[in-house]
């Protein structure tokens, strides 16, 4: 329709420069008007005839409008446009060569949308804007290969990578007189998306994408696990909660089955309520990390009755099972149960080291759980080394002036700088009633302090569970939410709580603690600080919980070894290891990051690093990852794995003789990631061509792009000058105008 | 007769206030073996109070006529605490606790004291509460009985506690008895029924022990103090007569054993 009336492609008007060609100047055309308008003014004032009131205007206002059309058209309008020249260009078309294409969606269901997209090749690209353009085909994948013709397309390939493919091919005709990129794709990118740098990089050669878009952009009945997060490393036997987010269509309101598998062993399961067509909902599943070793968990949706696509239901992910015991500094400043307590708890978490100092008297400091005689023979830690050695950190029961200021600030960058966690319970001689307000700690709380004494009430209080707290890997003591918060409603009363203030900005409450008479106030609170994280746990009464409840309760066990785990869980090593995808779906390229830190963890920015890697049927290398300019301390490098399977990068850092590390798996897996994502990802294509200066077709306007495609600033192109004088829609308002004026006069009855 | 309205009167006032005192506690002061004064901090709350046991004892009774759970109760007990306060940083309340074995109130204590146990005669269920409470993570500190009659009748109770664990001799490497003093070198304490005879023990039990039954993780869950009486000295720490090393022995061993159950 628009080019009906505008004779020209839209794209003409975005891309051209609208110019006057007649010889006068444009304020000569402004002039003009403005006569014919006073002239017509002065002439309907004499020859108002039977006109009256604001009749005479309306006429006016016609007449002038036409004169002005008239005049304009009179000065010569016209667009002026880089067009590329004819048979000095080339035309790059890239095919979606990837196994998605060979769904069987195109054409209303008849055709694979790659038999689809042959069929655009054949009649109106290759035969039509190869008239004028030289066309260069290629196909892509994982990687670009140019092609003969379009037969020896077969849609086998594993995974798109339209980024990847559009850098490929630019860079392959980079020498060449490129005019423009015609991809014929269903927009099923496998990496991701199309990153911010490759566009800039195809802008800034002006190159326009032309996109041509095939299958259908959702299936009627599927449901697809579209992401799985589970953190890339872990404890053994730790708990993991699994983020699953998954999509459906034509199953809304229906029941699904969700599951955790390592093999064949099912490790949870939960069933869902499907929400609304395409809308994307998120599940947990709690499980157990298992045993020490790299361990690949697959996360699955039962196939539903009549789903189109079943091979989209299971995503797998890969997390290690560190064996190292990270170890917990637990500071007490007077005898209690809780300590006890405590210490019994993660007694029986294999994975967990406690160490702990309690002071009995005044002069003397009893130490359990250390690993030499010397170690904290001397106190509380005075030296950023000795005390970073540690993961975490508890205080008890222990005024704030106990520790001096240097030590107040070390514990603090303990949680800033070197990233540990740091729990601060309640007591009598703690957080309010322990002058901790007035303290560089005060700082590194989750929540306000109260600047009162008498905060810590030896009073029987109750646990509550807030809707924060019931999504909490900490408080979670049951596997099925509902059951988790009826525990905790049954829970025994704790001996004692402590008043503290609202949760600080950043800071959420898990529990909340409630006295008879009193208000409800935060018992449990949580933040992350720095590169750590803090939390008060106000009371130093839950050994009620083990004591109130039969032995086979392993209420307050696991309540403790999930805190004090999600106190040391995120708390990195000197050499902190990661790469961005730990599982390559049907690509090799693995990037590997480390920052690495001195034993004040400062960053080391003169390091020597290396990744030795091992691998599947014996493969091993050394990769050597060098300085990231203005990253101090952070090393990077890439690697290619060459064979599907899973792999360990052990990252080394030589520092001062000294060599420390982390160790890091990921896995490559073929055949994967064309599974997912396989309906039109037109979002993708329309921003692409959109952003490039090119434009989005379907395969039935895709006879048009031969057209269209000629306007290019890119390759070897001339302006060419696009009149405007002949354009339908000049004929038709003119046509409206002096109709409009008849058809007035008519019912006014002065014709 | 006016000197005896004005005793009994005295008396009345005595157990008014010690009622008054006792309030949030269950009052056994007609049990009492050895009165003693009402602190005025007694309804103080704490985290620690001295819980004594107060278990059947098959019809053996104290002087004042309570059962055997009640000897040297509660002088021994509220001298025993001035000590632990003072020699420590256990927040510690001026008085005793008396806990029923029969209550649930069992489970609120942690620390429990039991005394002349060669006296106990604890029924199955008694028993059974006991076992568990003692592996939720309470602790037992047994003390003041002799020779090899008492001890058969300690085990036939404890022998239905744990039926399947060993009393053993407490090793004197063993922290329990380094925690706070060390007390390698350990004397035979006696009890006041044998003061000014110069002999240490009572019936045959000539040689004190310091046993203990372990828990599966190897921490000592039951202290039994055979063959001694620590009970006494605490109770007896303030006459003049009662040899001091044997006080301060017990009230070191008291303490070791408290600080011990809070850490263990």
């Known amino acids: ?751 | 007769m006016r000197h005896k309205t004005f005793i009994a009167a005295g008396l009345a006032l005595f157990v008014i206030t010690a009622s008054f005192a006792q309030r949030g506690r269950r009052s056994y002061v007609d049990e009492e073996d050895n009165p003693a004064v009402m602190p005025a901090d007694a309804g103080e709350k704490t985290e620690y109070a001295f819980a004594r046991l107060r278990y059947p004892s098959g019809g053996r009774r104290s002087y004042w006529g309570g059962g055997s759970w009640a000897i040297d109760y509660p002088k021994a007990d509220r001298q025993f605490v001035q000590g632990v306060r003072r020699l420590t940083r256990l927040h510690t309340r001026s008085v005793e606790q008396v806990v029923d074995i029969d209550g649930e109130e069992i489970y609120n204590w942690p620390w429990l004291y039991a005394v002349e146990v060669g006296n106990w005669s604890l029924n199955d269920a008694q028993a059974k509460k006991l076992r568990d409470y003692l592996l939720r993570g309470g602790f037992l500190m047994t003390d003041d009985f002799h020779g090899t009659y008492e001890w058969d009748s300690f085990m036939a109770s404890m022998s239905r506690v744990f039926p399947d664990r060993q009393v053993v001799e407490i090793d004197s490497k063993d922290p329990i008895f380094h925690l706070l003093y060390d007390l390698d070198n350990r004397v035979q304490v006696p009890g006041i029924v044998t003061f000014g005879s110069g002999v240490t023990y009572e019936r045959d039990g000539i040689v004190p022990h310091w046993r203990g039954i372990y828990d599966d993780k190897g921490r000592v869950v039951v202290a039994i103090c055979f063959n001694q009486d620590n009970g006494d000295a605490w109770e007896w720490a303030d006459h003049p007569r009662y040899p001091e090393n044997m006080a301060s022995q017990a009230y070191r061993v008291g303490i070791n054993y408290i600080v011990y159950s809070m850490t263990h």
């Open chain 1, 1 to 751: 329709m628009f080019e009906f009336l505008f004779k020209y492609p839209s794209s003409v008007f975005s891309k051209g420069d609208f110019v006057m060609l007649a010889p006068l100047p444009l304020w000569t055309l402004a002039v003009a008007v403005i006569a014919a308008a006073a002239f017509l003014a002065w002439h309907m004032n004499r020859n108002r005839g039977l006109l009256r009131g604001a009749r005479p205007a309306a006429i006016w206002v016609l007449q002038t409008a036409l004169v002005a059309l008239v005049l304009f058209l009179l000065w010569h309008p016209a667009i002026s446009i880089a067009t590329l020249r004819p048979q000095q260009n080339i035309i790059a078309v890239l095919v979606d060569d990837s196994r998605s294409m060979a769904t069987k969606d195109g054409a209303g269901g008849t055709k694979t949308r790659l038999e689809e997209a042959v069929g655009v090749l054949n009649h109106g690209v290759i035969d039509r804007v190869g008239e004028r353009f030289q066309v260069r085909l290629y196909r892509f994948g994982k990687a670009v290969e140019r092609i003969g013709k379009p037969a020896e397309l077969t849609a086998a390939g594993g995974a798109s990578r339209i980024g990847d493919s559009l850098k490929q091919a630019m860079a392959e005709a980079s020498t060449l007189p490129l005019g423009a990129v015609v991809l014929l794709s269903d927009g099923a990118d496998n990496s991701g998306g199309i990153d911010l740098e490759t566009i800039a990089a195809i802008r800034q050669k002006r190159i326009p994408v032309h996109a041509v878009g095939f299958g259908k952009e959702k299936f009627d009945r599927d449901v697809e696990i579209d992401e799985v997060i589970l953190p890339a490393r872990t404890l053994a036997d730790s708990r993991l909660n699994a983020q699953v987010t998954l999509r459906q269509n034509g199953y809304e309101k229906r029941k699904a089955r969700l599951s955790v598998r390592e093999g064949n062993k099912v490790l949870a399961t939960s069933e869902v309520t499907l929400k609304s067509d395409g809308a994307p909902q998120t599940e947990t599943l709690l499980f157990n990390a298992g045993m020490v070793g790299a361990r690949t968990f697959q996360v699955s949706v039962d196939p539903l009755d009549g789903e189109q696509n079943t091979a989209n239901n299971a995503l797998s992910r890969l997390v290690s099972v560190e064996s190292v015991k990270p170890r917990v500094l637990y500071f007490d400043g007077e005898p209690q149960w809780e300590f006890k307590f405590i210490r019994r708890a993660i007694e029986e978490d294999r994975s967990l080291g406690l160490v702990t100092m309690i002071r009995m008297t005044q002069n003397k400091i009893y130490r359990q759980g250390v690993d030499k005689p010397k170690e904290l023979e001397d106190g509380f830690p005075t030296k950023a080394d000795e005390l970073f050695a540690y993961q975490a950190l508890v205080f008890g029961s222990v005024e704030a002036n106990y520790f001096t200021t240097a030590q107040q600030e070390l514990i603090r960058e303990f949680a800033n700088r070197r990233g540990g966690g740091v729990i601060f319970l309640g007591g009598r001689a703690t957080l309010g009633d322990g002058g901790y307000l007035r303290s560089p700690l005060a700082e590194m709380l989750p929540v306000q302090i109260p600047d009162k004494k008498g905060t810590f009430h030896r009073e029987e209080a109750s646990a509550e569970l807030t809707p924060v707290g019931r999504e909490s890997l900490i408080c979670r003591l049951e596997e099925r939410p509902e059951k988790n918060a009826e525990r905790w409603k049954k829970m025994p009363v704790m001996a004692d709580y402590q008043e503290v203030g609202d949760p600080k900005p950043g800071a959420v409450v898990l529990l909340e603690t409630f006295a008879p008479g009193r208000r409800k106030l935060p018992l449990l609170a949580i933040q992350n600080y720095g590169r750590g994280r803090t939390a008060v746990f106000a009371t130093s009464g839950s050994w009620r919980w083990q004591m109130q409840q039969p032995l086979s309760d392993k209420t307050h066990e696991m309540f403790w070894q999930q805190f004090l785990r999600w106190a040391i869980a995120d708390t990195p090593g000197r050499v902190h290891a990661s790469t961005p995808r730990p599982v390559l779906s049907d690509e090799t390229s693995v990037k590997l990051r480390a920052e690495v830190r001195d034993k004040n963890f400062k960053m080391v920015p003169s390091a020597k690093v290396e990744a030795r890697i091992v691998g599947p049927e014996g493969t091993s290398a050394v990769v050597e990852m060098n300085p990231v300019p203005d990253q101090d301390g952070v090393y990077a490098g890439e690697w290619a794995a060459e064979k599907p399977g899973s792999y360990v990068a052990e990252v080394v850092a030589l520092q001062d003789k000294e060599e420390t590390r982390d160790a890091i798996a990921f896995r490559r897996e073929d055949g994967v990631a064309e599974n997912f994502h396989t309906g039109q990802n037109r979002e993708l294509l329309e921003k692409l061509a959109e952003s490039t200066g090119g434009r989005y077709y379907t395969p039935a306007e895709a006879s048009t792009l031969a057209d269209r495609i000629s306007y290019s600033e890119a390759g070897l192109t001339v302006r060419d000058t696009k009149d405007l004088w002949d354009m339908p829609i000049v004929f038709f308002l003119a046509l409206l105008l002096r109709s409009g004026e008849w058809v007035l006069r008519r019912k006014w009855g002065v014709v």
